[in-house]
Nanobody
Framework: QLQLVESGGGLVQPGGSLRLSCTAS????????IGWFRQVPGKGREGVAC?????????YYTDSVKGRFTVSRDSAKNTVYLQMNTLKPEDTAVYYC??????????????WGQGTQVTVSP
């Protein structure tokens, strides 16, 4: 069974960078579209970015992170990354990766990771 583990979160100053990793076991991530999401307490979960299966590779971003965040794959490591640059305090959240049930253009997810905390503060 597919399992996902996020890592790379932490505390960073505004304007700084972090790279989050989503590493899979049990199956190859190459065959899945993978989404990144974030959630703040008291607020709904927000889709941040998505990358299509490796045969396609298309990427998608919510407007608030375009130009700052980049999602990518390393198939050899069975890992999807979220590179986050020019971080802002409003980026503070728990970040999750998840498989898409179909494609990045659909709103249903299958398998979720446990989440990793990102805090942007002076």
């Amino acid at each position: 069974q597919l399992q996902l583990v996020e890592s790379g979160g932490g505390l960073v100053q505004p304007g700084g960078s972090l790279r989050l990793s989503c590493t899979a076991s049990g199956y190859m991530l190459d065959y899945y579209d993978i989404g990144w999401f974030r959630q703040v307490p008291g607020k709904g979960r927000e889709g941040v970015a998505c990358i299509s299966s490796s045969s396609d590779g298309s990427t998608y971003y919510t407007d608030s992170v375009k130009g700052r965040f980049t999602v990518s794959r390393d198939s050899a490591k069975n890992t999807v990354y979220l590179q986050m640059n020019t971080l802002k305090p409003e980026d503070t959240a728990v970040y999750y990766c998840a498989t898409k049930s179909l494609t990045c253009l659909d709103s249903q997810e299958g398998y979720w990771g446990q989440g990793t905390q990102v805090t942007v503060s002076p």
